[in-house]
């Protein structure tokens, strides 16, 4: 037997969410820290932060952040 307690428990605050989306291949600009060292690289579309990496320029760590 389950009721709507268990059920609230298993799944996450307005599941299931959107889907999924890639962004706009038209990118606008790419850039990172001024600091040698910095581990952290993002890019520009549509007048809107796309993408960011971390802790590689190929491993994405968001998508669309707007």
């Not at 581990?39 to 960011?52: D, M, Q």
Request: glycine share 8%; net charge neutral.
């Amino acid at each position: 037997m389950s009721n709507d307690n268990d059920r609230d428990l298993r799944y996450a605050p307005g599941w299931p969410g959107i889907e999924p989306r890639w962004t706009s291949s038209a990118k606008t600009g790419v850039g990172t820290a001024l600091n040698l060292h910095s581990r952290v690289w993002f890019t520009l579309s549509h007048g809107i932060l796309n993408e960011i990496y971390f802790p590689r320029v190929d491993q994405a760590c968001t998508a669309t952040s707007a």
